[in-house]
């Protein structure tokens, strides 16, 4: 027992446990298991609070699972491409002085290539500091590492799952508004755009008819725009404006004129019933223009903000500068008739708040109508579930929104399209591993050449990690890096990977195995015959030429023979798509050994910001599998600091975890976040600490009773079973306060499936902390002490194993020490969840009346602001019977609340004066600090009564505060009449001990 610390050492037992303790196998074994998902884990930014919340709250339902023999799977997977990411990325160029358009893409991916490693590892630091069970690294499909979006076998999977979508029409391109973020230089669909009500003006602007002296007034709010109008359009029915339909008019400032058409959409009595046609910015316009075979093309402001050729003059001009010209121009030559105030929607990017420009542009989308119905069903019929369940409606407005998806973006970075398009013809082609290997056997050399190589270096050249023409030193620098998320090299997981799928190659790929034997630990030494040997099989690859003397260029044109000049385009995959798509990899579910009848709907764990992304998940494998891949939605909460702001990856007020563990420790970290706060909560550093303080509290408890039992039981280890099973024999000689605790502890063992089970985890957590920290610590064990059963120290040794099987999820580490420490065998990671023990005990109800009064007594107090050691007088006012019981625990009672001096009144006594009373059922408990003035006593001095008297008043007062705030929060009406007759007896003692007070002055 000597290493059985006083006091808790929250570092060194961590480290302890982690060196003991194998990786958990929460894998699946059972067809009760079930699998937990989350959107993909960030790589490329620190994890924060919220993910630290989602990934413990995860553990914690794995850990529970795993104990009642359901078994629970994780599938990790990370990604490395968002907005988030993005903005990340060129502040660590800023950093060193750069940009990305400063750079070569060579040097861009390695800058990412650094910056990803580095903050992965600090992530999985992050995750290991806070005892996460799950094993990051087990995988399906005999994988190496953890999926990732940059990982080499699912960008490969992503090209071919586009290529084959695109075959089946699934995805499809469509000329269409979209929303471009300026900031970021890329679109977002609908779903990802916030509109909100704004201040602004709206504008009456004077349009001239080209063929007569004549004009018309069109109001507007994005006077900006008016470069990009194709036509005005009136109603056809409309006869103020029947003459004009036909006519030209003029667009002020540049003087181009426009036709002006008639459509029955338009809204014949608003705006004066005329309106801008304006495709390029406009998603009414765009559908007008369509159908009148007008240009849709026609841009007044381009992708960086700026005016375009058509705005004449103020071409290039940004708009944000030069708004103010454009208006001041239309005022100076009498085309801008009024200006009025007005309340207007502007787009804005849900995530980064930037203001969007509504734009026409081309795109690629995904078809998702026939899922969206599948999905929206589910979600009314209660087949999807959100915990806490207000969060359904949100899912379902958030779905509402997704009309089509959007799923080319031009990010900084991330996956490219597999998209080639022709300069000569301007076609645009799709192309995968299929059509390299197509165009190779069709190529009349294939005897001589190779193409092994050439996949290699058409999958880099479509991932955008390479140019098509390119140096030999930069194609090997990527080659021999380590892979993102292994650590492989690049050119080894190839040939792995292509072994595996192309063994018709094996000549090919036994070559380029030798030439890697050169790039091994001494590949420093061997460099040079390692360039030697692979330049050999470059010169002999398909598709390869050289173009100078370091210079080599992928001859894309080869892949398609009707055409020439192909370039990639620069659009790359919506991240929203990405981590879809990486989720279901990662979950096996493309893989057609499993089948659609295997699959059991997951359990996602996320949060309430990303509800549109778990729609899209959702929407994904309806679509392409017909699967509902999740069922259940846990929200987890999202933290915010004092002033309400909430924390995230990049913000200045976000805190690292892993800063918390090494302050406070893993588990007391784990605790405070799985149980402080709602669905909103703030971090608060100071309340940390009693997450510590009952960590400690558990500790010395613990260790009290290993005292105890290293007595009785010496060095050896105790056998549980043994223990439970002398105590159930014995259970009618067992004393009522033994079986009160057993009870308390057996009805938290059923709760288990009403609370976690239910996904109601932070409630369990809270209702087990209170019982050990209140019920065991402060009541029973100071009981205990008092006890003579030889059976109470086998009771207490039954408790502490039984509480720590159920605290064993939420704060592993000290957990499994202590069952070290206390001599129990096997460990905790072993045993398994039994609520069926001791099945004769029976709720005592007077047991538990009597540990109800010390909790009022305590209450009482603590809203007295009194400190826990300050001695207070009590009463309790019950029938004959109980005051009996009372009267033979008296010693208990008074230690634990720390009571001078003890009254017992009958239930019909009145109580004295001067005590702040509480109800139980028939019983009153009163409490009050230092005596009540009896005027029958034997009178004090002046100085002793003024003091008393003072005393007094002050509880006046608090009798007065109270039945105000009862008043406000509308308490019931007999309680508040209480609370008034207190009043008044206070107001009368008050009156007694000044005329004693008075009458003492006189003599």
Partial sequence: MSDFSKKYNAEAVENEITALRKEEDFSPDSKDSKTFISLPLPTSTNLHLGHAENVVLQDILARYYHMIDKKAEFRPSRYYGSFLANEHIQRQLKKIGTSKEKISKAQFWDVMQQHIKRQKKHNEHQLQKLGIGMDFERLPNGQTSSPSTFGLHFSRFLRKLFYQLVQDDIIYEAEDIVYWNTKYQTSLGRDEVKFEKQKGKKYTIKYFISTKNNSVNVVTTSPETIFGDVA???????????????????????????????????????????????????????????????????FAIDQDGCFTKHAGDFDGKKVDEFMGNILQNLDDIDNMVSVENCDYEVPMCKKTGEKLQVMCLVQRFLHVEKAKEKLSLSID???????????????????????????????????????????????????????????????????????????????????????????????????LTTNVGSDQTVLQTYIDTMDKELGVYTPQLKELKEVMHYAGKDKGVNLENFAASFIKILDASFAIKQVSDQKYQFDVDKLIQRDKGLRQEKSKFDISFVNAALILYSLGIFDEKKGKSKFRPALMVSGENVLLEINKVLLLSLELKDILLCDTIFINKTFCDAKKKKMGALCDNNIDPADLVREFGADTTRLYLMLEGDELATFDHSKIHTYEEFINKFWNASRYIALKAERSYGKKKITLSTLEKELEKNVLNLQDFDLWI????????????????????????????????????????????????????????????????????????????????????????????????????????????????????????????????????????????????????????????????????????????????????????????????????????????????????????????????????????????????????????????????NKLKTK
């Fill in 232 to 298: 005005l359009a009136v109603h056809p029915d409309n006869k103020r404006y029947h003459n004009l339909i036909g006519q030209k008019a003029i667009i002020p400032i540049v003087n181009r004129t426009i036709p002006i058409i008639a459509d029955a959409r338009v809204d014949m009595f608003a705006n004066n019933g005329i309106i801008r046609i304006t495709p390029a910015h406009d998603l009414f316009s765009l559908q007008i223009a369509k159908d009148h075979k007008l240009p849709v093309d026609h």
């Fill in 381 to 479: 019929n209660g087949t999807v579930k959100t915990f806490p369940a207000r969060y359904i409606s949100s899912l379902k407005e958030h779905l509402d929104t997704i009309d089509r998806w959007c799923i080319s973006k031009n990010y900084l970075f991330g996956q490219g399209l597999p998209i080639w398009i022709s300069e000569n013809k301007g076609m645009i082609y799709v192309l995968d591993e299929v059509d390299v290997l197509e165009s190779y056997k069709r190529d009349k050399n294939k005897q001589k050449l190779k193409v092994i190589l050439s996949l290699i270096i058409f999958n880099l050249i479509a991932d955008g990690r390479l140019n098509a023409t390119f140096e030999m030193d930069h194609l090997m620098t990527i080659l």
């Fill in 742 to 997: 057993l009870n308390k502890i057996r009805n938290l063992y059923q709760d288990v499936d009403v609370y976690i089970f239910s996904n109601n985890v932070s409630e369990f957590g809270k209702k087990l902390l209170q019982i050990i920290k209140n019920d065991f610590c402060d009541k029973y064990l100071e009981v205990s002490k008092n006890s003579k059963s030889p059976l109470t120290e086998k009771v207490m040794l039954l408790v502490v194993s039984k509480m720590l099987k159920l605290l064993w999820p939420f704060a592993p580490f000290v957990s499994e020490k202590l069952r070290m420490l206390m001599g129990f065998q096997g460990y905790l990671s072993e045993q398994r969840l039994q609520g069926d023990f001791l099945e004769a005990i029976n709720k005592n109800y007077k047991i538990q009346l009597f540990m109800d009064i010390i909790d009022k007594l305590l209450a009482i107090k603590d809203g007295l602001s009194c400190k826990k050691h300050t001695p207070v007088d009590t009463f309790i006012k019950a029938n004959p019977d109980f005051l009996r019981f009372t009267k033979s625990n008296e010693a208990t009672i008074k230690k634990i609340v720390n009571i001078n001096k003890m009254e017992y009144l009958n239930i019909n006594d009145d109580h004295p004066c001067g005590y702040t009373t509480e109800d139980i059922i028939d019983m009153t408990v009163g409490l009050k600090v230092g005596h009540v003035i009896h005027i029958e006593e034997k009178p004090k001095g002046v100085i002793e009564l003024k003091k008393e008297f003072d005393q007094m008043n002050d509880y006046l007062q608090y009798l007065k505060n109270t039945v105000s705030a009862m008043v406000v929060h509308k308490s019931k009406e007999d309680e508040i009449e209480k609370k008034r007759k207190e009043i008044t007896k206070a107001k009368k003692a008050i009156l007694e001990m000044e005329y004693e007070i």
